[in-house]
């Protein structure tokens, strides 16, 4: 997941394109892999040791989602994580242009995203339209509930969620970071199973869980 990614490059030069992309490639086009800097306030918070944290988020063009609602939802969620030392320096992104049905995806045109775009560092955060097949409006696969191994590390946000989406992509990230679906039903905590714009908060306990879990799977690195 995190070879050299020059090399994973030329080693696909030698896969025929419809293993890579099932769907047409004229149905996912991946137009640009950029680097966004995060507001140094949001790298971290958290004055004791921080844990850097890289995900790769996913911009699909026409979805409801712009470069700037995604920027906002990240790095108010990265924000969030700083109360547990968890910093996010950059946003990785990524953005697709994708035929219609992308844009509400499916399970199966989930897998085909995740697999369009590899290789990318997971955890994978999509930003999507909608989705006909998952009643919520942000969901998660963990290492435990998904049998595909393209779908294992994904978060998918909804357009519908853009006002809380910061919170919602930091609650996702969290049941990724600790690989648990755990809710917890206490006011104001970001693991309560329905986010509101009051649902922010992370205990110590829940924190140093995260970043234990976080390190074992390799999403966190502890910086000095
Ligand atoms: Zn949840």
Redesign the pocket.
């Known amino acids: 997941m995190f070879d050299n990614p020059a090399r994973l490059i030329l080693a696909m030069a030698f896969i025929p394109p419809i293993l890579l992309f099932p769907a047409r490639a004229d149905e996912i086009e991946l137009l640009g892999r950029s680097e966004v800097p995060v507001d140094a306030k949001y790298r971290a918070t958290a004055d004791t040791r921080t844990y850097e944290f890289r995900p790769t988020l996913v911009l699909i063009n026409d979805s409801g989602w712009t470069k700037k609602l995604l920027i906002n939802a990240s790095t108010h969620s990265a924000e969030i994580l700083g109360q547990c030392g968890v910093g996010v320096p950059v946003i990785n992104l990524i953005t697709l242009k994708t035929s219609e049905k992308y844009k509400d995806p499916d399970r199966s045109q989930r897998i085909d995203l995740a697999r369009g775009i590899s290789p990318a560092a997971k955890p994978l955060v999509f930003f999507i339209r909608s989705s006909g097949d998952v009643m919520k409006d942000a969901f998660s696969y963990g290492k435990s509930n998904t049998r595909s191994a393209e779908l294992k590390d994904t978060v998918w946000v909804k357009n519908a969620l853009s006002d809380i989406a910061g919170i919602a992509l930091a ?2 990230l969290v ?1 990724i970071l600790s690989n648990s ?1 755990e ?1 917890i039903s206490e006011p104001g905590n970001l ?1 309560n ?1 329905d986010a509101d714009t009051t649902t922010v908060k992370l205990k110590p306990d829940q924190c140093s869980n995260i970043v234990r879990r976080g390190i074992e799977n390799g999403f966190l690195n502890p910086k000095d």
């Open positions: 609650h996702e049941h679906g809710h693991m199973e």
